[in-house]
Structures are given as structure tokens and as C-alpha cells.
């Protein structure tokens, strides 16, 4: 990498993607304007309102005509209310009063909105839009930009604080290059929806807050890094890495395979049924994690069989013939449950968390694995089910119990706690398979929150102590014969994708925007590579010596 | 001069989105103060919120009112547009 740690600005880098362009800010939200008196006259005020009115209606409209299509006509309206006579006579109240522009402005559009609220329906829906006129005409009489998400009508590198679900809804992901936050760790909704939409990002820039409209920036999420005004030199080697990633996306979609043809099945994650078909056609060859907690979130007490079973059937249907992995309810911690465990925990990350809570709820487990079942019998696809956050033997054995007396016929554990890991070979005995969900490991085994951002980099699945934890898991699935699978986000990285096999995983499991890149990567070694590259790395110091032992390995490979 | 008629409203989305917008706009182009009434609301015509807020369905029946030179011809654009369906865009 000819990129400098000099000049680059360190984050966490989401993907392998590397992006160049120039930089448009996300602005916040104006704040409040408060009901002051004005110093200047009333003609004065109405003459600012009137303008910075015309300013924000000329910019809409300018908006819509490089938009089309609907987009345009949802600005025209948004055009319309802003000079809409019942505004700006209720405008004219509150100058006539006396009042600043900026006050009257916000004051007068929040009580039209108010009645279209009460009126509801399409009327009520129109209140957000009248908002948001609201806070561009505030803006614009501070002379502050236009707030929310930005549109400066070519391709740009979104900076903002952190991006809110609302934000990342009105963003038009054709013009955005690169995102890039300020805030923010790798399990921010930045993170997942770049994750979720293969958009190159890095998050958690502090230096990013430095960065202005119009700079032009080099995003490189493989590397972690920001490189403000780029070198000619760099450039060129951004357009080079951008163009092969190009050539591998569009490569023809093969089965998961190392050079010397041995399978590496490449699965996909999914948290709803309804994004299978993106991940077939994106060649998954079926589901390595389907997370199950989405259809217990939204509720106070446990869906009844029948609804869990419609939304197995679903998923199981888009995948015939293949095998579809889904973990039983993963409450606890970061998602808790109210029906599963409502007690105050000082640690929740070590307490009732995982099968441990459903251990304790046995109903709602039963429930889960008769529909399971249920919808297995409906279908054509190869059913597997895991217990998530297994710690013991014991707890191995009562789950495959309960699988197997509903019928089901491979039931396996989640290695997510060191001692699974370092039990693996007795727990691979009783279970049919392992899944490796190296999220959790890398926060058990560092004993760092994933969720906290001050411990953020101790959260490195590089780490060799997590390797070596793999590689225990690795060593007992070839010894046992039991397949082992990996399923969190270090199988999303493509060269750890190549040491994990290196380990032992016989597949591997992620979102189904990094299937391409891991699928290239692999292509390049044959499993003795691999393992010599997974050998280097566990032998390394530390996680960032491990990376290097891996990179300068598979170089020195790729040049014999 | 000012004229008045009451007119059935044609469109099947009758007077909501984008219905509402065009005949804002048609009521500005006319130049002249117009209201719309239904019932015993009337409201500004060049007011979309206003429109909106009538909450006009196919085959209300509406009073429009125009007030100077060439209010009639003016009414008689408006009612055209009133009883035309522009849904089908």
C-alpha cells in the first residue's frame, strides 16, 4: 500500500471496498429558533422571509428538475407549501407581532402542521414535509446550509456525524460513493446498511470533523483509512484496486472453492426471510446464520407456532434442495426480551443471555423447534438448527435432546465463549456440527464489549488468541469428522476468510454483499497455502503483526 | 365583477396529491382571487394546504368563486379542469 499512515486518518474500515471523491457533509438538524422580538422592523423581516422563502422554493425546484419522475413531484409540492398563502399569512401573525423571522418562520409552519396532523391520513403524512420546508427556510435565514442529507448533483463521499435510519432512507445510494462517519463503530446502522448494500465505508473517523464540502478524499475501508488530497500517484492506485474490484464482482458466480478445487461452501447471513432471493442471486449456497430474534423483537410475549412457522416455510422454500442453518432465539445483552428474562443484570454480556435464557424458558424453545420442524416437513430444504452461546458440554447435549425429539434431525452449537472452543472436541462428540460466530469469541476471548467503542480495539478477530481459538474448533471438527462452520464477521474479510479455512472452517457464512470478494480470494490459494498463511498468522504477537504475517505470506505465495 | 357556480367534481382521486396541485395551479394562472367552498368551508383556491384541508372526493360538489375582470372565463377553466379525471398519468 503506497498510502501513508502519515497522511491518513485512522477508522474502522466496513468492507474492502476503496473510493475516491469529493467530500459533502451531512448538516444537522438547525436548532429551535426561540421566541424572540426582533430589532429590525416588520418590513425588514417580512422582506428576509420572503427571500430566504424564494431561495429555498428556487432550490427545490432546481432539485426537482435534476431529479424526475416522482422525486420531482414531491419536491413541486414541497414548493407549493412553502409559499403557500395559510403559511405565510400565519407567518405575517407572528411578524406583525414583532417577532424575528427565523421565529415566525418555524412558529407558523409548526401550527399548519399541527392541523394537518389532527386531519391525518395523507393530509397527516404531509406535516414531515412542512418540517422539513420549515427548517430549510430557518437555515437559510441564518445562512447555514440546507440541513438533512445532502444532494450536490454529482457522485460524493457522505460525511456525517453518525447517519440515523430517517437519514439513510432519503439518501440515493446511486450518488453516494463512499460513506464516511465521524461517530460510530462497526455495529452502527452506518455499518450495517453499508454492509447490508456493499457501500464502501469507514466509521468512528474522530479527524473526519476537519473535513469540508468539496474535499477530495480517498476512502479505503480495507485499510481503515482517510487520506485527505490524495497524490496523483495514489489516485492511480486507487483507480487500479477500484477497477479489479470491479472485474471481481462481475466474475461468474461459481461454488465456494480453494485453487486446488477442495469445497468451501459459501453461505449466506440473513435476519429476515425476505432478503433470500438477493442472496441467491448473489450465489449462496444457502444460509450458514439465520438469525430468528426478528420475529420476537416487536413483541411482548412469544409468536405463537403457526407465525413462526410461515416465516421458516418462507425462507426455507428459497433455498431447495440446500442447506439452511437457523439459530434458535438470541436474546440477551445487546437484545433483550422481556418474556425471556426481565432481571437487572449488572453484566448482561456474562448473564442470562442465549440458550442459557432458553434453558430457562423452555416453552418458548419448544415452540421455536416444533415450528422449525413443522416447516421442514413442508419444504425440500436441508434443515439445520444451532443453539446460540453455548458454554458447556452439558448444555450441548440438552439442546440436541430437545432437537432431536422434535425431529430434527442436525442440531449443533454456536462456539461464541472460549470454553466451548477449548472443549470443542468433547462437544463435537454429542453435537452433528460447530458454527464459529467470531464476533462474540473476539469479545469473550478479549473480554471487550463489542458494543463499547473505548475498548473498540481490543474487538479484533485477528487477534492470534482468537485464531488459536479457532484453530482448536478447526482441529476437532477434522478429528471428529463434524463440519465447522464459520458465521460472523471475520468471514466477510476476505484474506481472514482464507485463514479461517487455513484453520480448519469447512465453510463459511456472511453477508451476502461479501460473497464475490471472498470468493475471488479464495480462488487464488490451494488449502496447504491457505494453511501456511493461517500458520503465520497464529504465530504473530499481535493482531496487526498477525494481518501482516498473513499479507506478506500470500504475497511471497502469489510470486513463487 | 364576480361569478359563482357549483361544479361536481370528476376525478377519481378527487381533489388529494397531485389533482390538488394542479388545480392550485391552474387557480393561479387565472390571475384573480378565487375560493373553493364545500359545505360551509371556503378556502383560498392558490392554497394547496388550504385544498388539501377541504378534503374533496370524486363527485363532491363545490362552490368556486372568482372576483374581477374575467371571473366567468376564469370559472369556466377551472370547472372544466374540475370535471376532467387527471388520474390517469
Not at chain 1, 325 to 339: M, Q, S, Y
Not at chain 1, 536 to 559: G, K, M, Y
Request: hydrophobic share 45%; charged share 20%.
Amino acid at each position: 500500500m503506497s498510502i501513508t499512515p502519515q497522511s491518513a486518518m485512522k477508522g474502522t474500515g466496513i468492507g474492502q471496498g476503496v473510493a475516491l471523491g469529493p467530500v459533502a457533509r451531512m448538516s444537522p438538524s438547525p436548532i429551535a429558533p426561540t421566541d424572540e422580538t426582533s430589532s429590525l422592523t416588520h418590513q425588514q423581516e417580512s422582506e428576509r422571509v420572503n427571500k430566504a422563502i424564494e431561495a429555498v422554493a428556487a432550490d427545490l425546484t432546481q432539485r426537482g428538475e435534476v431529479a424526475g419522475g416522482q422525486a420531482q413531484e414531491v419536491l413541486e409540492a414541497q414548493v407549493m407549501m412553502a409559499q403557500d398563502p395559510t403559511v405565510t399569512d400565519a407567518v405575517e401573525v407572528h411578524l406583525k407581532d414583532g417577532k424575528t423571522g427565523e421565529y415566525a418562520v418555524h412558529a407558523a409552519f409548526a401550527e399548519v402542521a399541527q392541523t394537518l396532523q389532527a386531519l391525518g391520513g395523507y393530509l397527516g403524512e404531509r406535516a414531515a414535509d412542512l418540517y422539513d420546508v420549515a427548517a430549510r427556510v430557518v437555515a437559510a435565514l441564518r445562512g447555514e446550509p440546507a440541513p438533512g442529507v445532502p444532494d450536490p448533483g454529482y457522485p460524493f463521499v457522505l460525511v456525517a456525524q453518525d447517519l440515523a435510519p430517517a437519514d439513510t432512507a432519503l439518501l440515493d445510494l446511486n450518488k453516494v460513493l463512499a460513506l464516511v462517519t465521524i461517530e460510530g463503530g462497526p455495529t452502527s446502522h452506518t455499518a450495517i446498511l453499508a454492509r447490508g448494500k456493499g457501500i464502501t465505508a469507514v466509521v468512528g473517523v474522530a479527524e473526519a470533523a476537519q473535513l469540508s464540502d468539496g474535499d477530495e478524499i480517498v476512502v479505503d475501508a480495507a485499510n481503515s483509512a482517510i487520506v485527505l488530497a490524495p497524490t496523483r500517484e495514489q489516485k492511480d492506485e486507487v483507480a487500479a484496486r477500484i477497477a479489479q474490484r470491479a472485474a471481481v464482482q462481475k466474475a461468474p458466480i461459481t461454488d465456494g472453492a480453494l485453487a486446488d478445487g477442495t469445497a468451501i461452501p459459501l453461505l449466506a447471513n440473513l435476519g429476515t426471510p425476505d432478503n433470500a432471493a438477493e442472496a441467491v442471486d448473489l450465489g449462496a449456497e444457502g444460509v450458514g446464520l439465520f438469525r430468528t430474534e426478528f420475529l420476537f423483537l416487536s413483541s411482548e410475549t412469544a409468536p405463537s407456532v403457526e407465525e413462526q412457522r410461515q416465516a421458516y416455510q418462507q425462507l426455507l422454500e428459497a433455498f431447495p434442495g440446500k442447506k439452511v442453518v437457523v439459530r434458535a432465539l438470541d436474546a440477551g445483552a445487546d437484545k433483550p426480551l422481556p418474556f425471556l428474562n426481565d432481571a437487572e443484570e449488572e453484566n448482561p454480556a456474562l448473564g442470562l443471555r442465549g440458550l442459557r435464557a432458553l434453558l430457562t424458558n423452555e416453552e418458548v424453545l419448544r415452540d421455536q423447534l416444533s415450528a422449525l420442524a413443522e416447516a421442514e416437513a413442508a419444504t425440500d430444504a436441508d434443515l439445520w438448527v444451532m443453539a446460540p452461546m453455548v458454554s458447556t458440554v452439558e448444555e450441548t447435549e440438552t439442546f440436541a435432546k430437545f432437537a432431536h425429539q422434535h425431529g430434527l434431525k442436525t442440531a449443533g452449537v454456536m462456539v461464541e465463549v472460549p470454553s466451548s472452543a477449548l472443549l470443542a472436541e468433547q462437544i463435537l462428540q454429542t453435537a452433528d456440527f460447530a458454527s464459529i460466530g467470531t464476533n462474540d469469541l473476539t469479545q469473550y476471548t478479549m473480554a471487550a464489549d463489542r458494543l463499547l467503542g473505548s475498548v473498540a480495539g481490543l474487538q479484533d478477530p485477528w487477534h492470534p488468541a482468537v485464531l488459536k481459538l479457532v484453530r482448536e474448533v478447526g482441529a476437532a471438527g477434522a478429528s471428529t469428522g463434524k463440519p465447522v462452520g464459520v458465521c460472523g464477521e471475520a468471514a466477510a474479510d476476505p484474506l481472514l476468510a482464507v485463514v479461517l479455512v487455513g484453520l480448519g472452517a469447512t465453510s463459511l457464512s456472511m453477508a451476502p454483499a461479501a460473497l464475490a470478494d471472498v470468493r475471488a480470494e479464495l480462488l487464488r490459494y490451494t488449502l496447504d497455502q491457505a494453511q501456511a498463511i493461517a500458520s503465520a498468522a497464529v504465530s504473530a504477537a499481535t493482531a496487526a503483526e498477525a494481518l501482516d504475517a498473513a499479507r506478506s505470506t500470500s504475497t511471497s505465495l502469489a510470486n513463487d | 365583477m364576480s361569478a359563482t357556480r357549483t361544479v361536481t367534481v370528476g376525478s377519481s382521486q378527487g381533489l388529494h396529491a397531485r389533482p390538488a396541485k394542479l388545480f392550485v395551479e391552474a387557480a393561479q394562472n387565472t390571475g384573480l382571487p378565487v375560493t373553493i367552498a364545500k359545505g360551509e368551508k371556503s378556502v383560498n383556491a392558490a392554497s394547496i394546504l388550504g385544498v388539501m384541508s377541504l378534503g374533496v372526493d370524486k363527485g363532491d360538489e363545490v362552490t368556486l368563486t372568482a372576483e374581477g375582470e374575467g371571473a366567468e372565463s376564469a370559472l369556466d377553466t377551472l370547472e372544466a379542469f374540475l370535471k376532467t379525471d387527471h388520474d390517469e398519468a
